[in-house]
Nanobody
Framework: QVLLVESGGGLVQPGGSLRLSCTAS????????MAWYRQAPGKERELVAS????????NYADSVKGRFTISRDNDKNTVNLQMNSLKPEDTAVYYC????????WGQGTQVTVSS
């Protein structure tokens, strides 16, 4: 059984930082492209960042470039999202996704940016 478990969400003030983590089990992690998505209330789910299997090539949404950093540790089956300079518009449920022919999603973690 494949499981993706996100952690690290919470409430933070504008300008603050959070680090999200997603730990995977039940799959060969290094074969999967990993990605973070987010969904704000009333909006479509959108891609935030992705990272390839071994070369670690990254891709970011324009709205988070220069503020967010995605990274992975294939030995620990973990993908992280470091989020800096957070804005109220970053408020959303953040989801981890693994893709390799099939795709798997985590349950999501809430990030709220508010003063």
């Amino acid at each position: 059984q494949v499981l993706l478990v996100e952690s690290g969400g919470g409430l933070v003030q504008p300008g603050g930082s959070l680090r999200l983590s997603c730990t995977a089990s039940g799959l060969t992690f290094s074969r999967y492209v990993m990605a973070w998505y987010r969904q704000a209330p009333g909006k479509e789910r959108e891609l935030v960042a992705s990272i390839t299997q071994t070369s670690g090539t990254t891709n970011y949404a324009d709205s988070v470039k220069g503020r967010f950093t995605i990274s992975r540790d294939n030995d620990k089956n973990t993908v992280n999202l470091q989020m800096n300079s957070l804005k109220p518009e970053d408020t959303a449920v953040y989801y981890c996704k693994a893709v390799h022919f099939r795709e798997y999603w985590g349950q999501g973690t809430q990030v709220t940016v508010s003063s």
